[in-house]
């Protein structure tokens, strides 16, 4: 199957950019030209279904569309300028105006990129007045930069990465010359976009497995084979009967209380806020609380372990929660209050793994607790925070504190106050 990559940039752009594509049979080329950035808008929110990757032809139009939220970083890429780029223009700028120049203008490139290139090439006496920066620049801007300079008489040409800045110096009667990416660098990014758009592929088609469980009462001998806790269940069956049935999946009861909804990580993704709003519908119409797991892998035993997983996680709370274990282990809680927190199981090495065996805790717990520290922000933690963050009693977060420092992954930074009578708190950094 061909991957279909949507090429955005002048004219002039687009046909380098397929002349270079010509080496590639498996990529699909959709050209969409544009004069001005503010056309771009348009372009994806036209062509977005039916496009696997961008392709910007450079920083400008592909940052434009990043800050204004149009893509996402994984949905598109730019080709690079280098220092063989900016010799290209400068070579072709010296040809027509027929004259060694020896000072000009440049935006865009930064100025590490250039100074390594002028020194590799012994261009010393060559002067530059760069104008280099990250993300989107206005063209009005970059105009004003270079006609500022070549009306003091401080440079002699001036040289852009944006044709729209070149159409408007040249207009205003001031000579410049645009840096265009290389084919090699043209090259690496439809590569990359290629190998990226498969990925992608890939990854949503992996197994996904939803699994839903009633979260019963202490009286749960008692209530279980009520008559009334049968048609909660009922009720919520056919909550999840339409749920798999807007997922593509299928449903299965595997117990009392116990669901589980086969599909595909793709499906999952179109749906991904279902299942915090189920939650809330479960409890207004049956007046029970559940808890998801959600797993993902590449076979279905992979992913029925990660719900498993996802499960033992979420009953640690007492209250409603959907857990989520990704295929690399990554463990993502989501509360009722819809934050979201997210922590994986840290590689400590083998020395780390061998004094955790003696330990009273596990790395699991540790790597948690760092994950929500980072979460919050918080470089200092207390006894307090972890009983919070742990749902647990300040009593057993400071046994926890009080093993991590025997461990040596915190130290004792400092005291706080508690606000009231009694000690103050320790204040723990971590080591690691």
Request: charged fraction near 25%; aromatic fraction near 10%; proline fraction near 2%.
């Amino acid at each position: 199957m061909n991957v279909k990559i949507g090429v955005v940039g002048p004219d002039d752009s687009i046909q380098r950019i397929n002349h270079v594509s010509a080496h590639f049979n498996n990529i699909e080329l959709f050209n969409f030209p544009y004069k001005q950035v503010s056309e771009i808008e348009g372009i994806i929110k036209n062509n977005r279904h039916n496009i696997d990757q961008w392709f910007f032809s450079g920083q400008s139009p592909y940052y434009f569309a990043l800050e204004q939220g149009m893509i996402t970083e994984k949905e598109g890429s730019f080709p690079p300028l280098h220092g063989s780029s900016f010799f290209g223009a400068l070579l072709e700028a010296q040809m027509k105006e027929n004259t060694i120049l020896k000072k000009i203008s440049l935006d865009t490139i930064s100025k590490q990129e250039i100074e390594s290139a002028v020194q590799f090439h012994a261009f010393e006496q060559l002067s530059i007045s760069s104008y280099p920066y990250e993300g989107y620049r206005n063209a009005e801007e970059l105009v004003n930069f270079h006609r500022s300079l070549y009306e003091k008489g401080e440079i002699e040409v001036a040289i852009t990465c944006i044709q729209t800045v070149q159409t408007r110096l040249i207009e205003l009667g001031i000579p410049c010359y645009r840096v265009v990416p290389t084919n090699l660098a043209i090259r690496m990014i439809l590569q990359f976009l290629l190998e990226r758009a498969h990925s992608r592929k890939y990854r949503k088609s992996q197994i996904a497995i939803v699994g839903i469980e009633v979260i019963y009462s202490t009286h749960k001998d008692e209530s279980l084979f009520s008559f009334k806790m049968k048609h909660q269940e009922l009720d919520l069956k056919r909550n999840l009967l339409d749920i798999a049935q807007q997922m593509n999946g299928s449903m299965v009861q595997l117990g009392d209380g116990l669901f589980f909804v086969y599909t595909t990580r793709g499906e999952l993704n179109l749906n991904e806020k279902v299942f915090s709003t189920l939650i809330q519908e479960v409890k207004a119409h049956t007046n029970l609380d559940i808890r998801v797991g959600l797993g993902f892998g590449v076979t279905v035993l992979e992913a029925e372990h990660h719900v498993r997983l996802a499960f033992e996680h979420a009953r640690k709370h007492d209250s409603s929660i959907v857990v989520s274990v990704s295929e690399d282990k990554k463990i993502t809680e989501t509360l009722n209050s819809n934050e979201s927190i997210t922590f994986s199981y840290q590689d400590w090495g083998q020395v780390w793994e061998e004094k955790f065996k003696e330990a009273s805790i596990s790395t699991k717990i540790v790597s948690k607790i760092m994950s929500l520290s980072r979460h919050y922000d918080k470089e200092a933690i207390t006894s307090q925070d972890l009983s919070r963050w742990l749902n647990g009693t300040e009593r057993n977060g400071r046994r926890i504190l009080t093993e991590m420092e025997r461990l040596g992954v915190v130290r004792i930074c400092g005291e706080e106050q508690s606000g009231g009578r009694g000690r103050p708190r320790k204040l723990y950094r971590f080591e690691v």
